[in-house]
């Protein structure tokens, strides 16, 4: 989605690269590391989505709290006080 996921799905799929020996890197090829960066980016973009869509979810309710709290308002009546 961003730059930002983007680059940190490919310092995960590096780090794991880098935790396999020689023969285990050549063995999976740089292929399948580029599939597994977008797969991990995929994963972060859906747990970010999933968040603001949860954020929202209060706002929204909040947001009609506010509105019904608003609409029951009753301000204190103004008494003129004669002098």
Do not use: C, W, Y
């Not at 996921?5 to 020996?21: E, G, I, P, Y």
């Not at 859906?46 to 506010?66: C, F, N, P, R, T």
């Amino acid at each position: 989605m961003t730059h930002r996921h983007l680059t940190h799905a490919q310092q995960v799929a590096d780090r794991f690269k880098n935790m396999l020996s020689e023969s285990g890197r050549q063995h999976v090829g740089q292929a399948h590391f580029d599939e597994l960066s977008l797969l991990i980016e995929s994963a972060i973009s859906s747990a970010v989505l999933e968040e603001l869509e949860s954020a929202a979810d209060k706002m929204d309710k909040l947001a009609h709290e506010l509105r019904s709290a608003a609409e029951h308002f009753d301000p204190p009546s103004q008494e003129i006080k004669s002098a």
